[in-house]
Nanobody
């Protein structure tokens, strides 16, 4: 079973950058698509970005597509989310997830405890 631990969250001013990291422990990391989801206060959890296990293609929510970059290192069992030009509306708890992306729907098989990102004006 995959265990996922996020790091890299924090507080930043609007326009700043953060890089989130997700360390996966388990023997099946390579068999999963990997994703980052976020949940803002009072809102539903949403898929922000995902990267496909088979060919490395990535998917982004439209609101972050020109600012965020997801990547994975299958040797180190790591997933990253580089977030640039952050906006206050990016404030949320960000979760790393192992699962499957199908027709833009995310099946969440495993997830971490989350890391808080706060963007101030």
């Amino acid at each position: 079973q995959e265990q996922l631990v996020e790091s890299g969250g924090g507080s930043v001013q609007a326009g700043g950058s953060l890089r989130l990291s997700c360390a996966a422990s388990g023997r099946t990391f390579g068999s999963y698509d990997m994703g980052w989801l976020r949940q803002a206060p009072g809102k539903d959890r949403e898929l922000v970005a995902a990267i496909i296990r088979s060919d490395g293609r990535s998917y982004y929510q439209e609101s972050v597509s020109d600012r965020f970059t997801i990547s994975r290192d299958n040797v180190k069992n790591m997933v990253y989310l580089q977030m640039n030009s952050l906006k206050p509306e990016d404030t949320a708890v960000y979760y790393c997830s192992a699962g499957r992306l199908s027709d833009l729907d995310w099946r969440m098989d495993h997830w971490g405890k989350g890391t808080l990102v706060t963007v101030s004006t």
